[in-house]
């Protein structure tokens, strides 16, 4: 799992240098390269923060603007043939192309966050010894959070 930073809605890496026995890390999703390191986690947190604080000062006192981490628009290539179909439903939906573009994105987020819910089945077996016959039953099996059990009468 990657691990970031978050600090006025810019976004940092976490990463480790085992050869300078240090944490390191640079700000994600600008055009700057902004880096910052530190001995321990708090420090590197620290430095994060700092380097965030002073990029944005930077950029006030100079008159630069500072690279914000999402604008809200990007270009998208998806061929003629799609741009055409999707150019299209918007028409027939009565949205405009960014409107309905936005929308398949936000249903396919959604989409994906809750498929991240985890569904598990247990299964349970059961070796039973019977008149020295062995004889395997199921005895339970958990497909909901409670269980069904059933059972087994051996004659």
Not at 1 to 21: F, R
């Amino acid at each position: 799992m990657n691990e970031t930073l978050s600090h006025k809605g810019y976004t940092g890496t976490v990463d480790v240098s085992i050869e300078d026995s240090c944490l390191h890390g640079k700000i994600l999703f600008i055009e700057d390269m902004i880096t910052y390191e530190g001995g321990t986690v708090e420090e590197l947190k620290t430095s994060f923060i700092e380097a965030v604080d002073r990029y944005i000062s930077y950029c006030e006192e100079t008159g630069k603007p500072a690279n914000k981490p999402y604008s809200g628009t990007f270009n998208v290539r998806i061929g003629q043939e799609f741009h055409r179909k999707a150019a299209q439903e918007a028409f027939r939906q009565g949205v405009t192309l960014n409107d309905f573009v936005g929308q398949c994105i936000k249903n396919s987020l959604e989409q994906h966050e809750s498929s991240k819910i985890e569904q598990h089945t247990h299964h349970h077996n059961h070796i039973l010894l019977v008149d020295k016959q062995e004889v395997e039953t199921i005895v339970a099996t958990m497909e909901s959070p409670r269980w069904m059990e059933e059972t087994y009468a051996i004659n």
